[in-house]
């Protein structure tokens, strides 16, 4: 087994410390990728960073049976437990891998006034 000079180590680690750190420095004030671009954090169980993002209100059909999502025909009953509020009064979709033909995971729907 052949053994690395301690010095080699640390430098190794001290390196890996700074590029960790430019990494980050380089997303200050950027949203991440489980984030809308409103700048809300979507709920891990709706997200695993791929799987959400906000989509125009002509991708969502709102009708008396629920929502249809237009991409794949899919129909979420309003009392679905994958329906949730919208923070910033968009739709956001969260499918399977962020897919536009997979499964809804969470539907996040606007508001709608009284």
Known sequence: MTRRPL??????LAVSAMLAGLVLAGTHGRAWPHDAPSGWTYPFSCC?????????????IEGARGYEIR????????SDPKVKPSPDG???WCSVMGR???RTICLFVPG???
């Open 90 to 92: 968009r739709f956001h």
């Open 71 to 78: 991409q794949t025909g899919e129909l979420i009953p309003m």
């Open 48 to 60: 695993s960073g791929v799987d959400c993002r906000e989509v125009p209100d002509a991708e969502v």
């Open 100 to 102: 536009d033909d997979s």
């Open 7 to 12: 010095h080699s180590i640390a430098g190794a």
């Open 112 to 114: 709608r006034g009284s």
